[in-house]
């Protein structure tokens, strides 16, 4: 299920779990649900601990496509840093996690952070449509790092 979002690129959506006496299973993304310009180039998983914060940056060209499923919450805040988008300005937050598990598409331009709101260490899948550092990792990284900057409008705040 798609979730309403107020910054113009980004979407969001409710996973399912599907349960039974083996487990569980979410299916994170599918092709024939996301643009081609989105899809996932390679993937990584993190494990954030609880009331640790990553970010907030962004991107010049990638687009990330975040999966946040457990084993915690997570609080994803977005800020858009477009200035020729409709939004321009516009911030948001929405929770995701172990009792709600989220897809989140995050286009480039939009300063973006997530931070282990839970009491257990917390697993975050992301498939960027760029590689890291570009082929062989011989490129500079794409990122536009605020979390160092005091003077940032870009703050954690809770």
């Known amino acids: 299920m798609s979730v309403d979002v107020n910054i113009e690129g980004v979407k969001i959506r409710e996973l399912s779990n599907f349960t039974d006496e083996r ?47 457990g084993s915690s919450m997570f609080r994803l805040y977005l800020w858009d840093n477009r200035k020729d988008s409709k939004t321009f300005g516009e911030h948001m937050t929405i929770d995701g996690g172990e009792k709600k598990p989220l897809m989140a598409i995050v286009p480039p331009g939009v300063v973006h952070a997530y931070k282990n709101i839970g009491q257990h260490d917390g697993i975050v899948f992301n498939a960027p449509n760029r590689l890291y550092a570009g082929e062989g990792k011989k490129s500079p990284v794409d990122e536009i790092r605020h979390e160092d900057d005091v003077d940032s409008k870009f703050k954690i705040l809770d």
Do not use: A, N
């Open 23 to 69: 487990g569980w299973l979410i299916e994170l993304y599918r092709h024939d649900e996301i643009e081609k310009s989105e899809f996932p180039v390679m993937s990584y998983i993190s494990m954030t601990k609880p009331g640790v914060v990553r970010g907030p940056h962004e991107h010049v060209d990638q687009t990330d496509l975040f999966c946040f499923v």
